[in-house]
Structures are given as structure tokens and as C-alpha cells.
């Protein structure tokens, strides 16, 4: 794996149908590197689309990698009870540079996760 993270949600656990749940991952939006290649310094440039599935039939493709509380750039709403799989595929394509030189990395990275995640009703009491 390019990084080893994982989807994240808020809450992490517990969360209840037709409220806000936060999606968020660690996986930063550009990553940058220099290789070196016959004593030659290559800077590799790489940027991230995030494909979210949030496991009800919906989805949402990004730039953003998502926010914590109280941003929450990345959030879905589920309106049925039950246990959804959420994915998420992190696709990755770049650059390169040698000095003047540079050029498009032929082909992508893909990196995917996914986790388990319970939404519950919301017991509502009307009070005078």
C-alpha cells in the first residue's frame, strides 16, 4: 500500500438514520517524493480522487479527503435502519520532473477500504 490508512466516520459507531454521518480519511489529497535514478533527482508528484460508497445505493467522487466535525466536507444521510458497507477507493495519478523535463505518469494507483458501519433508528418522544 502506498499508505496504510483507513475511511474514518463521526460518529464512529451508533449513528442514527436521517442524521449527518462525516466521512473523512487520512489519506492526504497530493503526496510528493524524489527518487533517484542514475544520480538523477526525479520529483514524483501524486494526486488523490476519492471514490466514497456509502453502501445505500449512493456515492459522492472527490478531490477532498473530508474534514472533522464541524466542517464536514463529506457527509450522507441515511434514511432506512441497518448495516451498510462503506468503501472507499482512493485513485491516485501524477507527474513527473527531471530538471527541465517533465511528463504525466502513465497509468493510476488504486488503494482500497472499506468497514461496517450500523445506522439505528432515532426513538423520538413528543413532550408538552
Known amino acids: 500500500d502506498l499508505f496504510p490508512s483507513h475511511d474514518i466516520t463521526q460518529p464512529t459507531s451508533a449513528a442514527l438514520m436521517r442524521e449527518p454521518v ?3 480519511t487520512t489519506l492526504p489529497a497530493t503526496f510528493q ?3 533517484v535514478v542514475l544520480e538523477v533527482p526525479i520529483l ?3 494526486k488523490a480522487r476519492y471514490e466514497w460508497d456509502f ?3 449512493n456515492s459522492q467522487i472527490t478531490t477532498l479527503p473530508g ?3 464541524p466542517a464536514m466536507l ?3 444521510r441515511y434514511l432506512e435502519p441497518g448495516d451498510y458497507e462503506v468503501e472507499l477507493e482512493v ?3 501524477g507527474t513527473w520532473r527531471a530538471g527541465a523535463l517533465a511528463g ?7 488503494q482500497s477500504f472499506s468497514r461496517d458501519l450500523k445506522i439505528y433508528t432515532a426513538d423520538t418522544v413528543f413532550t408538552k
Open 44 to 46: 514524483i508528484t501524486l
Open 74 to 76: 463529506i457527509n450522507h
Open 55 to 57: 453502501g445505500d445505493g
Open 22 to 24: 462525516n466521512f473523512i
Open 91 to 93: 485513485i491516485w495519478s
Open 104 to 110: 504525466p505518469i502513465n497509468g493510476t494507483i488504486k
Open 67 to 69: 474534514a472533522p466535525y
Open 33 to 35: 517524493t524524489v527518487i
